[in-house]
């Protein structure tokens, strides 16, 4: 059961039949207790299909797409020794 708004979610049940009809809601039935089948709405477990796909991402194309703009406009390139800080200072 993984819908946290049934009754029996987070339980495990043996399943006896699965009911997936072109129109409507599907069930599952479930063994429970050895003898007795509950009948459980599919949207309730994890043997329903996901109405859309997860994200893996929190970054949207939109987010992307700034962050290469941003990048683009940073043309100033590292300096790996740092300028003379002052006119005594030693040149190389």
């Not at 039935?29 to 796909?53: E, F, K, M, Q, W």
């Not at 290469?68 to 043309?75: E, F, G, I, N, R």
């Amino acid at each position: 059961m993984t819908d946290p708004t049934h009754p029996l979610y987070g339980r495990r049940f043996p399943v006896h039949a699965i009911s997936r009809p072109l129109h409507g809601a599907g069930h599952v039935l479930v063994v429970y207790r050895g003898h007795v089948h509950l009948r459980i709405p599919l949207a309730a477990t994890d043997l329903a299909p996901s109405p859309c796909p997860t994200r893996r991402t929190k970054l949207s194309c939109e987010a992307i797409r700034q962050l290469l703009a941003l990048l683009q406009q940073w043309d100033t390139p590292c300096h790996n020794e740092p300028p003379p800080s002052g006119h005594d200072s030693l040149q190389p």
